[in-house]
């Protein structure tokens, strides 16, 4: 296979949180090495520039950018034909791989890995599943069920007790989930039931236990409030979503636990809103207690082409310019459990590299940064010059 050698640039560590000189060969899908006096069959000038390894968006929704408003309206090959856009987006902001919180089904994966169109590798949960009355629910008081997602491919997220917690969870790995994304409490967006606790502990822990039955998947929960992130960390879910509202005692339970924190800043800071001094809050308080954070978007909320601003408010809120990278790279490759792939650039790990103009670690623009990616080897965006 050709060497691609990536010369004169500079290369970020996740793991130290250090930048250094560094030359980079890749070789097919993989970093073949990195360090000095390398050589390759062909060469990229990267002087100038920051390597950094292809970000992580570990809860965005794909799908959702045409339909998040009104599903109802339009027809349903619009969900998946919107992620077409959606991904090019991504990628071409560095992001090489996302978790999807619900909306894609596993279709879009399979068209992914088959080539037919370039985005990011894309993680499926399928359906946001929620006890009745949830916001997975989709029910009308005048209509009653108005689901415009259902389909065999999304299979139906309500259950009630724990043995339907079991069942859902293996209606979404047959339907090829690769998540388990369960909502445990309203929907600030829609402004109810945010400090809810819609699960009961015997539900939450089925559902866990299920999952990890299920060729070990994790389960992801969308809590807004305090005590359903304390719960979903006590019955041993991988991950916390949002936790506008965590407090000390969430946070210590999410740190006992190792439970990680993804908690998508974008949604309260990309037009700031009453919660977003909370939502900081909350943040500090899972950094002080030792909770593992990674990035998350939650796109559309925001803008696909606004979702590395996600790492600029991360570092504001607390992680800092290194802490922010690392989160949105090796720690979210962890988050993920696909560390041992991604997530650093290092010898045998997927050649996902992003190439920003400059140096510095800064990350009030990084967007505009962005002068080059490559997703498994492959350049998919622009070439190395000219870094000014």
């Not at 599903?71 to 978790?99: E, I, K, M, Y």
């Amino acid at each position: 296979m050709t060497r691609v050698l990536l010369t004169g640039g500079t290369v970020f560590d996740p793991a130290s949180g250090r930048a250094e000189r560094a030359d980079v060969v890749l070789e097919g899908a993989r970093v073949l090495a990195v360090g000095t006096g390398l050589d390759g069959d062909s060469e990229v000038d990267c002087a100038g520039g920051l390597l950094l390894p292809g970000f992580v968006d570990c809860h965005v929704h794909v799908c959702l950018g045409a339909s998040l408003g009104d599903p109802g309206r339009l027809p349903r090959s619009t969900r998946p034909l919107s992620a077409v856009p959606a991904l090019r987006t991504l990628l071409d902001q560095g992001v090489t791989t996302v978790r999807d919180a619900w909306g894609a089904d596993a279709g879009l994966r399979l068209a992914l890995r088959e080539g037919w169109f370039e985005g990011p590798e894309v993680l499926v949960s399928l359906r946001q599943v929620c006890t009745t009355g949830g916001i997975g629910d989709h029910w009308s008081p005048r209509y009653g069920p108005v689901d415009g997602f259902g389909d065999p491919s999304l299979p139906d997220p309500v259950f009630d007790g724990p043995d339907q917690a079991r069942a859902v969870v293996r209606r979404m790995v047959r339907a090829g989930a690769d998540w388990i994304k369960v909502t445990s409490t309203g929907s600030l967006a829609l402004g109810r039931g945010v400090h809810d606790v819609q699960l009961t502990d015997a539900e939450l822990r089925a559902l866990v236990d299920e999952a990890e039955r299920q060729g070990g998947r994790r389960v992801m929960v969308h809590a807004h409030g305090a005590r359903a992130a304390e719960q979903a960390a006590r019955a041993g879910a991988r991950s916390v979503e949002h936790g506008t509202f965590l407090d000390e005692p969430a946070a210590e339970a999410m740190a006992e636990a190792g439970t990680w924190f993804v908690p998508t800043l974008s949604t309260s800071h990309g037009e700031p809103t009453e919660h977003a001094a909370a939502h900081r809050r909350a943040v500090r308080l899972a950094l002080d207690a030792g909770v593992p954070v990674a990035m998350g978007t939650d796109a559309p909320v925001r803008p696909y082409a606004e979702a590395l601003r996600e790492i600029h408010h991360l570092a504001e809120a607390g992680l800092g310019a290194a802490g922010a990278l690392r989160a949105a790279t090796l720690d979210a490759a962890r988050l993920l459990e696909l560390a041992d792939d991604r997530g650093e650039i290092a010898p045998g790990k997927r050649a996902d590299l992003v190439l920003l103009a400059g140096t510095t670690l800064a990350t009030s623009a990084l967007a505009s940064r962005v002068r080059a990616v490559w997703r498994a080897g492959h350049r998919v965006r622009g070439t190395a010059t000219p870094l000014g």
